[in-house]
């Protein structure tokens, strides 16, 4: 149903196909990436783009975004997950690829962005809980499949509060394999990075992943059960070996 390429600008392409009832740009997102939600017939696909390729602003270049782009559809070939909007297709065209999602309900849990991140904490703590197992669940996929955290916050889950679905998005910046801090300073939210990621040279691995997931937990649970708190605290401090030991210390305190 998607064409391999197209030879028009991707808005005028989106427009044919069906109607654009959202749009992502230089209104919202920092990124320089325009994205769109596209209803056609019954079906509502989200579709990334790397923007215009003449907007230098953004901290990437159009070649960067292009870049990012690529690598988040060799992330959705890799890993399929309840929690991962299904990739549909990469239609080429002059301004890069469109990559072409599903498109979810809900509202993103970034705390800059409305009530949903305030709404989500104050819901009962099995709930929150049961959104937490879910990511966790999924990092352990990208963890099996090579893939190290990077850029992960809150602003990267969108929560559908009458299903009590959870979707994780824009994991654009993870990256295959562990490796080493190359900007000091990496992109991210300050309350969800790992020191390693405010330092050039310092190793970026499974234990990132598993630090970054665990102030996840800190972050959305205003008071986290004891046993779980003590996994969390260890995350953070100590630290986990790697991200399945994470992984497993916190499956075996939800047992309890
Ligand atoms: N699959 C999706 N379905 C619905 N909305 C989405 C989807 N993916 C992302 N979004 C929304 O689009 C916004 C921009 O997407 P994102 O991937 O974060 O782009 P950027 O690279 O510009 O940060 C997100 O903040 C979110 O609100
Ligand atoms: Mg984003």
């Given amino acids: 149903m998607f064409p391999g390429e197209i030879d028009v600008q991707p808005s005028t392409y989106l427009d044919r196909l069906g ?7 230089a209104d919202t997102q920092d990124s320089g990436n325009v994205s769109y939600g596209v209803q056609t ?17 953004p901290y990437l270049d159009f070649d960067g975004r292009v870049a990012l782009l690529r690598n988040a559809v060799a992330l959705a070939e890799s890993v399929v997950h309840p929690a991962l909007p299904a990739l549909h297709a ?3 065209s002059s301004a890069g690829p469109l990559v072409v999602y599903d498109w979810r309900d809900g509202d993103l849990l970034h705390l800059n962005s409305g009530s949903a991140h305030e709404r989500f904490r104050a819901l009962p703590v099995e709930e929150i809980l049961a959104a937490l197992d879910t990511l966790y669940d999924l ?3 990208l963890d099996a499949a090579g893939w190290v955290e990077g850029d992960f916050y809150d602003g990267a889950m969108l929560y559908d509060f009458p299903t009590r679905r959870l979707t994780v998005m824009d994991l654009d910046t993870y990256r295959r394999g562990p490796h ?12 969800f990075m790992a020191p390693e990621q405010l330092s050039l040279g310092a190793p970026i691995d499974t234990r990132t992943t598993a630090y970054v997931m665990a102030r996840t937990a800190l972050v959305l649970l205003s008071e986290p059960p004891p046993a779980l708190y003590a996994v969390l605290q260890e995350a953070t401090t100590t630290r986990f070996p790697s991200y399945a030991a994470f992984h497993r210390a916190w499956l075996s305190a939800r047992a309890r």
């Fill in 19 to 25: 109607t654009i009832f959202a749009r992502f740009g």
């Fill in 90 to 92: 990469v239609v080429e």
């Fill in 180 to 191: 080493r801090n190359d900007m000091g300073r990496m992109f991210g939210s300050r309350r």
């Fill in 41 to 57: 017939g019954a079906a509502r696909y989200f579709v990334k783009t790397a923007g215009d390729p003449a907007n230098t602003d």
């Fill in 139 to 141: 990092h352990a996929d």
